[in-house]
């Protein structure tokens, strides 16, 4: 059993914050999907994304029970785990809306790529532990890099450049609270501006499709811009208050794309209006403060390296997804953390919870 004191630690903000988020996720997906699922079932999908989050709950319960810090000593094998998980992507992955990203298990489809995120932090935190305070030159810096790069470049094969856009944002989230040099970091974000022109030739058509609708959506209003067309409409015609649970045309009537994964907050600014739109964001901003604030409170650099790495994965999630869904950020596949469908995300998103929690619990050496 877990030490009571221990148990008086949790942060019960940041778990009343999520489950929040989770209910209202399911009340959404249920919304978006009733119509459109087949067969009898009408809310298939809001009772497999419940019945996983229960199950990832008490994955999370067990978790507690193990102190944080064991994590780094299965860093390196979880490295290579993540590795081999990304390959067999390439070799025995299905493949999907023109990606080969997700390995069939059974009735079950798991996406590799988003464990992956989660196993790069732990890795990355490792790594970091070692060379806080050391990372002054390129050559501190290389190998750094070389070992998210190798991930990074799966990731990109499959291809899913959301994902390898969220392992910068975690990288660089990461290393700036390692304390690389100021000047180095300004350094290496110039370098990677001045190569956007050239990583543009290495996207793909449909990637390239995305950034120019992204700024003329007109551009492809039937194809790659329809997306980001029908979930402005979603959204600015809910106006204030919504038009309610349910009642959202655009979602109802199967106009707007992807409403319960990837455009799931389309259908919250639709049904929800303004005032809900604002209250999710309200929750994501106490989520993200919690993480950031348990990054500060860790008892040592490897919890402050972990908790960094999944504040960063976690807010890069919520900006560029909302973004995207507003039109101010071109769409890219990223899901939206606990709203949308999806047990790999779900998962992935919950056990980062778990290692907040765990942090946050053992902030102060308690005796057992």
Known sequence: MLNRRLLKNLDFTLIITVISIIITSLIIIGSATHINTPGEDRYWYVQRQGLFAIANFLIIFVMLHF???????????????????????????????????WIQIGPISLQPSEFSKLIMIIALANILDKRTGK???????????????????????????????????????????????????????GAGIAFMPIFWHFLKDYQKMRLTV????????????????????????????????????????????????????????????????????????????????IAGVARDNFGTLLATGISSMLTFHVLVNVGMNAGIMPVTGIPLPFMSYGVS????????????????????????
């Open 135 to 189: 990372l002054n030159t390129i050559k501190d810096v290389i190998p750094i890099f070389v070992y998210v790069g190798i991930p990074f470049l799966l990731v990109m094969k499959q291809p899913d450049l959301g994902t390898a856009l969220v392992f910068i944002a975690i990288l660089f989230g990461m290393i700036y609270v390692a304390g690389i040099n100021t000047r180095l970091l300004m350094m290496i974000f």
């Open 214 to 293: 992204f700024i003329n959506p007109n551009v492809d209003p039937l194809g790659s811009g329809y997306h980001i067309i029908q979930s402005k409409i979603a959204i600015g015609s809910g106006m204030l208050l919504g038009k309610g649970l349910f009642e959202g045309t655009q979602s109802q009537l199967n106009f707007l794309p992807e409403n319960h994964t990837d455009f799931i907050f389309a259908v919250v600014g639709e049904e929800l209006g303004f005032i809900g739109a604002t209250i999710i964001l309200l929750l994501y901003f106490i989520m993200l403060y919690r993480g950031v604030k």
């Open 67 to 101: 102190d944080y810090k064991s994590l780094s000593r299965y860093a390196n094998i979880l490295y290579f785990i993540n590795l081999v998980m990304l390959l067999a992507v390439m070799f025995v992955g299905q493949s999907a809306l023109g990606a080969q990203r």
């Open 345 to 368: 995300s779900l998962t992935t998103n919950l056990v980062s919870i778990g290692i907040l929690l765990n942090i946050y619990m053992r902030r102060q050496k308690i005796l057992f």
